[in-house]
C-alpha cells in the first residue's frame, strides 16, 4: 500500500519530533517549539525519500515493541562479534582467513533487507557488500574476517545469527 503524501509528512514528523526530543532533552516551550518547527521542515522535505511503504508501521505497538528488543538482541551480537574480533587482533598468530560468501536472505521488505545489511556491516569482522536478487530470491554478499563455512545456508546461519528472524517480526 502506497502511503499518501500527507501520511508520510506525519509520519516523518513524529519520528524527527520524538528523535529532537530524546537528543535535547529539554521540556521548555520554547526548545519544544522549535523542535516541532525543525521537525515539520524536515519531514517535508525528506518524507518522500523516507517512506515507501505503509507510513504508520512501526507506530503499530507489536512491531515497536520488537524494535526496542531488537536493539538489545543486536548489542549481544555486536559484543560477540568485537570479542572474536580482538581475540584474533591479539593473538599472535592472526588467524583469519578472509573472503567473500554469497548468503541467502529471507526478508521481503526493503526496510528489513537494509537493516539487516546494515546490521551486518556495523558487527565487526562483516562487511555486507552487495545486495542481489536471482531467480525471486535475494541474497547478499558479504565479506567475513574468517570464512569458516564455505556453505551458503550454514555461513548464512554464522553471519546473521539470530539478527534475521528477529527483523521479520519487525518489518514482516
Given at each position: 500500500m502506497k502511503p499518501t503524501k500527507f501520511s508520510s509528512i506525519i509520519s516523518t514528523?513524529?519520528?524527527c519530533y520524538l528523535l529532537w526530543i530524546l537528543f535535547t532533552w529539554t521540556f521548555t516551550t520554547q526548545e519544544l517549539l522549535a523542535g516541532a518547527v525543525v521537525s515539520l521542515l524536515v519531514a517535508t522535505l525528506v518524507s518522500r525519500f523516507f517512506i515507501h511503504e505503509n507510513a504508520f508501521h512501526l507506530f503499530n505497538p507489536a512491531k515497536f515493541?520488537?524494535?526496542i528488543l531488537y536493539v538489545f538482541v543486536f548489542l549481544k551480537e555486536l559484543?560477540?562479534?568485537n570479542v572474536d574480533v580482538a581475540k584474533r587482533a591479539l593473538n599472535p598468530n592472526l588467524p583469519v582467513n578472509p573472503g567473500i560468501v554469497k548468503v541467502p536472505v529471507n526478508l521481503e521488505s526493503e526496510y528489513g533487507m537494509a537493516m539487516l545489511a546494515n546490521s551486518i556491516t556495523l558487527t565487526p569482522g562483516t562487511?555486507?557488500?552487495e545486495i542481489v536478487e536471482e531467480n525471486g530470491k535475494n541474497y547478499y554478499y558479504i565479506h567475513w574476517i574468517d570464512v569458516a563455512e564455505t556453505n551458503r545456508e550454514k555461513a548464512g546461519e554464522a553471519i546473521k545469527g539470530t539478527l534475521e528472524n528477529w527483523i521479520r517480526r519487525i518489518w514482516k
Amino acid at each position: 500500500m502506497k502511503p499518501t503524501k500527507f501520511s508520510s509528512i506525519i509520519s516523518t514528523f513524529i519520528f524527527c519530533y520524538l528523535l529532537w526530543i530524546l537528543f535535547t532533552w529539554t521540556f521548555t516551550t520554547q526548545e519544544l517549539l522549535a523542535g516541532a518547527v525543525v521537525s515539520l521542515l524536515v519531514a517535508t522535505l525528506v518524507s518522500r525519500f523516507f517512506i515507501h511503504e505503509n507510513a504508520f508501521h512501526l507506530f503499530n505497538p507489536a512491531k515497536f515493541i520488537n524494535l526496542i528488543l531488537y536493539v538489545f538482541v543486536f548489542l549481544k551480537e555486536l559484543w560477540k562479534a568485537n570479542v572474536d574480533v580482538a581475540k584474533r587482533a591479539l593473538n599472535p598468530n592472526l588467524p583469519v582467513n578472509p573472503g567473500i560468501v554469497k548468503v541467502p536472505v529471507n526478508l521481503e521488505s526493503e526496510y528489513g533487507m537494509a537493516m539487516l545489511a546494515n546490521s551486518i556491516t556495523l558487527t565487526p569482522g562483516t562487511i555486507t557488500m552487495e545486495i542481489v536478487e536471482e531467480n525471486g530470491k535475494n541474497y547478499y554478499y558479504i565479506h567475513w574476517i574468517d570464512v569458516a563455512e564455505t556453505n551458503r545456508e550454514k555461513a548464512g546461519e554464522a553471519i546473521k545469527g539470530t539478527l534475521e528472524n528477529w527483523i521479520r517480526r519487525i518489518w514482516k
